[in-house]
Nanobody
Framework: QVQLVESGGGLVQPGGSLRLSCAASVVIFSAYTMGWYRQTPGKQRELVARIASFDGTTNYADSVKGRFTISRDNAKKTVYLQMNSLKPEDTAVYYC?????????WGQGTQVTVSS
């Protein structure tokens, strides 16, 4: 059973920064492609950023390119999402995802609210 625990969400002013963390309880963390998704009420969950297993290749949604950075620490079995220059439209519940050859697991989500 894979468990993912997100942390780091909260309330921040526009232009501010937050760092989300997701700790995974898996045996071989490096084998999982890790991703961050977000969802707002009435909308589908969307990919924010993803980092591949082993080689660490990253990809981002166009809306966050240049502002968000995904990284992973395989020794700590943790994936991070550094979010800078936050905008009100970044407000959402952010979910961590772990994918192993198409078998996906989700965290419980953490709320990020960008508001003055």
């Amino acid at each position: 059973q894979v468990q993912l625990v997100e942390s780091g969400g909260g309330l921040v002013q526009p232009g501010g920064s937050l760092r989300l963390s997701c700790a995974a309880s898996v045996v071989i963390f490096s084998a999982y492609t890790m991703g961050w998704y977000r969802q707002t009420p009435g909308k589908q969950r969307e990919l924010v950023a993803r980092i591949a297993s082993f080689d660490g290749t990253t990809n981002y949604a166009d809306s966050v390119k240049g502002r968000f950075t995904i990284s992973r620490d395989n020794a700590k079995k943790t994936v991070y999402l550094q979010m800078n220059s936050l905008k009100p439209e970044d407000t959402a519940v952010y979910y961590c995802n772990a994918d192993l050859h198409g078998l996906g697991f989700w965290g419980q989500g953490t709320q990020v609210t960008v508001s003055s």
